[in-house]
């Protein structure tokens, strides 16, 4: 009649079974970065090399650049490697952060429809390119959601004398590929990182129709969350993860990192 | 390009490590979450079909629209409470396994208490008599209720472990899509559309359906057993 010696042995097999799961014996630290570093592959291709020198697994979470901060001030990740320098130099002075160290840069460029409505490929430079956009009311889709790469953007249309709104302006408020897809479907113009542009395969009609300005220059920094005000942050490891990745050995193996024979990312650490 | 049913069939003839460790991660994450709402939910669905108390209506209507919680909520409920900043912060949970765990047992819990109290209530309905007649309480009388429902309570299990193996915003949040550490099915499908590998995300995606159609396939035969057996 009574079976509960049934139930009793699932319920303790459940318990067993997140025993199990593994404990945190090999050091590690936590790294809150951007969509782009982790989805073009950079650090798949770094991090092995740094945990092969010293034994430390870094995990990297990848978000918006708004999200990783945010994960980084409430002590969620030991370190944050972003690029939005405004956003970066307030996280250090309002104490959630130690110090802002350069780590590298790559470009963002901006793809569209290769029938070019607005004329991108004529555009002098990022600004005027960007008011090209505006003034065809050719659809552009936006990260939307104070990214890095949304930041650039919104900096880039007040450098243009815009603001954008109407039917045009698509803001996805999601992540780079994702926005990427949506451009490749409607089809819009959309900033990028190069990185995400490069290993991205759903391209569509999409190309390359503006490049090279100097504005669109994306630089990236590396910080240590303050155990000051996170007593449990990995100073120690993550110190030592921010000193590998600005000494030459890391430079270098950010440099040998390429996506179909291009580098995607060129080391800056020399210039703090 | 390959389809994705050729990318699908050589990633898993291919035995690649990084898929297996991370269908392994999915499944456990899930089956446990499983387990552990059986443990919780069974018993406590059965005492709300027999008890009477203030506000029952209450807890079951709660219960029921609980069904409904979106995925997103319950991760970002999990991280809050999970985040350094937050009141387990101390626990070093969060982007672990048993943060995810422990979001998709609060997405399937809801589900298996609202349908063992259904099963329950009908079964005491029709057995009510008889049971009282063999001198079994209504606490006594759970575990036989529970047992007799069993092929019916089953779908319940079935449909809990659909809910959390197929979501991915809960897990996305909590777990952070760590590779090698909590990526899991859904979230690296949600990776690979990111960066426009769309073959590769639905031949995950059909890997996924593939391992379910199994696990299902499995619970039905099993159910089958138990009723020719016992009737």
């Known amino acids: 009649m009574i079976h509960t010696r049934r139930i009793i042995p699932s319920a303790a097999s459940g318990l067993a079974l997140i025993a199990a799961l593994p404990a945190s014996a090999q050091e590690f630290i936590t790294v809150a970065s951007t969509t782009s570093t982790e989805n073009s592959g950079l650090f798949g291709h770094i991090l092995p090399m740094f945990q092969e020198e010293t034994g430390i697994e870094v995990r990297v979470v990848s978000q918006g650049t708004g999200q990783a901060l945010e994960t980084g001030r409430r002590g969620d990740a030991d370190v944050v490697c972003v690029h939005a320098r405004a956003q970066e130099e307030a996280f250090v002075s309002d104490g959630y952060g130690v110090q802002r160290f350069n780590v590298m840069y790559n470009d963002f460029v901006i793809v569209g429809p290769n029938d070019d409505p607005a004329g991108l490929r004529d555009a002098s430079d990022a600004a005027s390119a960007m008011a090209a956009i505006a003034g065809a009311e050719a659809s552009f889709a936006s990260r939307g959601d104070d990214s890095g790469t949304h930041v650039a953007e919104m900096n880039l249309w007040t450098a243009a004398g815009v603001e954008p709104s109407g039917t045009w302006y698509l803001s996805t408020g999601s992540g780079m590929g994702a926005t990427l897809n949506t451009a490749a479907q409607v089809p819009a113009y959309a900033l990028t990182d190069r990185g995400t542009w490069l290993s991205f395969e759903n391209r569509g009609d999409l190309e390359i129709v503006f490049e090279g300005d100097e504005v669109l220059f994306n630089t990236y920094g590396i910080i240590l969350v303050n155990p000051e005000r996170h007593s449990h942050v990995k100073a120690e490891q993550g110190q030592a993860f921010i000193d590998w990745i600005i000494s030459d050995d890391g430079q270098a193996a950010i440099s040998s990192f390429t996506v179909g024979g291009e580098q995607l990312f060129f080391p800056s650490a020399a210039s703090q | 390009m390959d389809g994705p049913f050729v990318i699908a069939f050589r990633l898993i003839a291919s035995g690649d490590p990084a898929l297996m460790q991370i269908i392994g991660l999915s499944l456990r994450v899930t089956l446990t979450a499983v387990l552990i709402a059986c443990a919780v939910g069974l018993p ?186 016992l009737g």
């Open chain 2, 44 to 229: 406590l669905g059965a005492a709300l079909a027999l008890a009477r108390f203030a506000g029952r209506g209450a807890v079951i209507v709660v219960f029921n629209a609980l069904m409904g919680l979106p995925p997103v909520v319950a991760g970002l409920i999990v991280y809050l409470m999970l985040s350094r900043s937050g009141p387990f912060g101390s626990l070093a949970l969060l982007f672990t396994p048993t943060a995810m765990i422990i979001a998709q047992t609060l997405l399937i819990l809801p589900i298996v208490i609202s349908l063992t109290r259904s099963v329950v209530e009908d079964l005491w309905a029709e057995y009510r008599e008889q049971l009282l007649s063999l001198g079994a309480g209504r606490l006594r009388a759970v575990p036989t209720l529970l047992w007799d429902g069993r092929v019916s309570l089953l779908t319940g299990v079935l449909a809990g472990f659909g809910r959390a193996s197929a979501e991915v915003g809960a897990v996305l949040i909590v777990g952070g899509n760590i590779a090698g550490h909590t990526r899991t099915m859904t979230t690296a499908i949600t990776l690979e559309t990111a960066r426009g590998q769309l073959g590769l995300a639905v031949a995950l995606g059909i890997i996924l359906l593939t391992l379910t159609l199994t696990l299902n396939a499995a619970a039905w035969g099993a159910g089958q057993w138990a009723r020719g057996r």
